[in-house]
Structure formats: C-alpha cells, structure tokens
C-alpha cells in the first residue's frame, strides 16, 4: 500500500516538474545589481537583483530577489548596519520607447544593527518582516542588457524610502 502512494507520488512530480521545466525554459531570466540608496542609516549600498518572467501566471507580471547590503556608517558614536532582502512583484503597465514603467509589491526581510562605541549606551540589534511598494522603469539597450530603477517604501520595524539604479544582463 505505502509502495503504491510512494510510486503515485513519484510519477506525479515527474509530470508536473517536466510540465514545469517545458515552460520555465520559455521565461526571461535577468541577473545584475546597482547602487541603493536609503534614507535611514546606512543611506548607500550594493543591491544584487535577479528577476524571473512571470507571463504563464499573467501577462506582464514578473517576480524579483534582491538583496542589499548598506556600507556601515557611524554616526554619535553608534556603528550602524544593515541588510535587507525583497522578494517582489512587479506588473509592467505601460511600455513605449524601450522604456517599460511597472508597479513593485512585495515583501521585505530587514537586517539593522545599531552598535554603541561606548559602553554606557545601548545596543540595537533585530531583524523584521515588512512590506514594500513602489514603481520602477526599465529601459532596454539591447536584447540582452536593460537598465533600471525603482523606487520603493518599505514598511516595518525599520521604515525607509529606498532609490536603487542598476543593470540587468538578460541570461
């Protein structure tokens, strides 16, 4: 009995990932990265972005990682850092030029640390779920390079308004 379910299993992930696999190859993948800039401490960073076409679910959509990376600061005697990771969707709603203007939602996974160079004062130190909205424009210079920019909101523990420029290579 177990051996039967086992081998059903078996088969139907067999089928659903080939399924799968048919149309992924179909779907425009693009990796690359640029400057952010935040306006909470640290302001500057790297961002590294990866985006994946999404046109079998609905046209225009594609979905996005990025992670950023802020260039530690200090600031009244407080070392502050930060990362942060967004896992988005993007809806392009207007084309026209080589430009492509899209709509960001998505969520936000925030990194902060606020450490204190003297011993009398505290530490901060967390990480928070948020949300993020936002918009962005890509302009493609050939078939294989776009550029981008976007900017967002993120809403959580550690609100900013984040502005990030980058390239994207198509692969």
Request: charged letters at 15%; a neutral charge; proline letters at 2%.
């Amino acid at each position: 009995m177990m051996k039967r379910i086992w081998l059903k299993l078996f088969f139907a992930t067999l089928i659903v990932s080939s399924i799968y696999g048919r149309t992924s190859n179909a779907q425009e993948i693009k990796l690359g990265g640029g400057l952010i800039i935040g306006t909470d401490l640290p302001p500057l960073g790297l961002q590294f972005k990866g985006t994946y076409g999404m046109d079998m679910l609905l046209e225009n959509l594609s979905g996005s990682v990025e992670f950023a990376i802020f260039f530690p600061t200090t600031q009244n005697n407080y070392k502050h850092s930060r990362w942060a990771i967004d896992v988005d969707g993007n809806y392009t709603f207007w084309s026209a030029a080589g430009f492509d203007f899209y709509a960001i939602a998505g969520l936000n996974i925030t990194h902060y640390s606020k450490k204190a160079e003297i011993a009398l004062l505290s530490d901060r130190v967390g990480t928070k779920p948020g949300l993020n909205a936002g918009a962005g424009v890509n302009y493609g210079f050939s078939s294989n390079l776009s550029a981008f920019s976007e900017v967002k909101y993120i809403l959580s523990n550690y609100d900013q308004a984040v502005f990030n420029i980058g390239v994207l290579f198509e692969l």
